[in-house]
Antibody, heavy 126, light 111 residues
Framework: QLQLQESGPGLVKPSETLSLTCTVS??????????WGWIRQPPGKGLEWIGS???????YYNPSLKSRVTISVDTSKNQFSLKLSSVTAADTAVYYC??????????????????WGQGTLVTVSS | QSALTQPASVSGSPGQSITISCTGT?????????VSWYQQHPGKAPKLMIY???NRPSGVSNRFSGSKSGNTASLTISGLQAEDEADYYC???????????FGGGTKLTVL
């Protein structure tokens, strides 16, 4: 049974870089059928896709966050990571990692997210 | 990229059916069958309920069904139960930026 677990600091200072890692267990991150994604949810608000990565390193980002986001993958550790720079209070959110199924017929298309990690709350505050 | 449009809230009595709509554009919902639906209970991670418009993952009750017409996808829950009370989100691939867009979420209240 595939499981994902987020890890990283729960408190980040404004203007600094938020760094999180997602560890995948019960399956290989090097599957050709999946992307691996990050999604966040500010307190009391909806879901926002941050970006996804393929095991080869190809990345896809939310245009509204693209200038501040870097997603990377370490296949040897079965992990992928998120870095979000120049954070502000608006970046306070629960951050989820999830497996992102590829769209089969359309190149680079992203399909559903399943399973999800339990999420980790990151607070941006001095 | 704009979020998909969902009603903020819907409600129904136990045993009734409700439908949640999710409206996008021809670049996302209307153009592809990469629409999925998620259920989220308070303090929990989202759970996949429907994928590719109308497919149910193993273990999801057949009371949940999905459909699409034009640029609008819909999630229908029949035989409402108290445990269905949760937030529901739709999601779609969008070709406008080769990315993913979520709806704003709908809070379902079982009266």
């Amino acid at each position: 049974q595939l499981q994902l677990q987020e890890s990283g600091p729960g408190l980040v200072k404004p203007s600094e870089t938020l760094s999180l890692t997602c560890t995948v267990s019960g399956g290989s991150i090097s599957s050709s059928s999946y992307y691996w994604g990050w999604i966040r949810q500010p307190p009391g608000k909806g879901l926002e896709w941050i970006g996804s990565i393929y095991y080869s390193g190809s990345t896809y980002y939310n245009p509204s966050l693209k200038s501040r986001v870097t997603i990377s993958v370490d296949t040897s550790k079965n992990q992928f990571s998120l870095k979000l720079s120049s954070v502000t209070a608006a970046d306070t959110a629960v951050y989820y990692c999830a497996r992102n199924v590829k769209g089969g017929l359309v190149p680079a298309a992203h399909n559903w997210f399943d399973p999800w990690g339990q999420g980790t709350l990151v607070t941006v505050s001095s | 990229q704009s979020a998909l449009t969902q009603p903020a809230s819907v409600s129904g009595s136990p045993g009734q059916s409700i439908t949640i709509s999710c409206t996008g554009t021809s670049s996302d919902v209307g153009g592809y069958n990469y629409v999925s639906w998620y259920q989220q209970h308070p303090g929990k991670a989202p759970k996949l309920m429907i994928y590719e418009v109308s497919n149910r993952p193993s273990g999801v009750s057949n009371r949940f069904s999905g459909s699409k017409s034009g640029n609008t996808a819909s999630l229908t829950i029949s035989g409402l139960q108290a445990e269905d009370e949760a937030d529901y989100y739709c999601s779609s691939y969008t070709s406008s930026s080769t990315s993913v867009v979520f709806g704003g979420g709908t809070k379902l209240t079982v009266l």
